[in-house]
């Protein structure tokens, strides 16, 4: 696994106002657009481009573009849906599959409750959007649903890790080809499986509790 830790001021700041407890959703859910798109940028570095010749008003070139098939966006519901918007506004073109995932309050364990993918992966770049990376136990649990289904170049996109959660998913997928994004790597998780200092639940910060 390969990671890559943003690091530049106006995600820092960005991410400073989500964490402030203060922070009303509506602000939370466009500064999480606005963040994803600067992610994105990074996460979408090596995303297979293909050469095509244009005619510019002046001569014929050539240039590049997405190849076929093209990338597959993977929200993990429910806080991963605050990151789609900002996804696909960098790659319009971006299919887009659905995995819903809930982890049990008391054990931590994931569970794959609704799954919206095509049956074969293979050859298809997969971005995997989950805002927070806690224990690891639901990106690792997508990342093996996503192997399953013949997918081999995986990377996963959150606006907070954990230190625990990084080496959890590291482990899971040593010699595979994933590549892990972060907003920020936090100090710990807390007893409740929390991120600290964290921004709290990220799915009721968007969506408020339900
Ligand atoms: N999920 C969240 O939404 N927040 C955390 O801090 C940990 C997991």
């Keep these: 696994m390969r990671l890559h830790v943003a690091n530049h001021p106006l995600i820092t700041h960005k991410l400073t106002v989500l964490r402030d407890k203060t922070t009303p959703s509506s602000v939370f859910r466009s500064l999480t657009e606005e963040l994803v798109t600067l992610l994105a940028y990074e996460a979408t570095r090596e995303v297979r481009v293909e050469p095509v010749t244009i005619e510019t008003p002046v001569t014929t070139t050539v240039g590049v573009m997405l190849s076929q098939p093209r990338p597959l966006v993977v929200p993990i519901l429910r806080a991963g849906l605050g990151m789609l918007e900002g996804m696909v506004k960098l790659i319009p073109s971006a299919e887009v599959g659905f995995l819903g995932m809930v982890r049990d309050e008391e054990t931590l364990k994931p ?26 136990g639901s990106l690792i ?26 080496a959890a998913v590291e482990a899971a997928t040593v010699d595979a080809n994933v590549m892990l994004v972060l907003g920020a790597l936090d ?8 991120i600290v200092p964290g921004l709290g639940d990220a799915g009721d910060r968007l969506y408020g509790t339900v």
């Design 187 to 194: 100090e710990r998780l807390n007893e409740s499986g929390y």
């Design 141 to 166: 649990a997508a990342i093996e649903f996503l192997f399953k289904r013949g997918a081999t170049d995986i990377t996963c996109i959150c606006l907070l890790g954990s230190p625990e959660g990084v």
């Design 111 to 136: 569970s794959t409750y609704a799954e919206r993918l095509p049956d074969d992966l293979s050859g298809r770049q997969c971005f995997v959007l989950d805002p927070m990376l806690a224990t690891g």
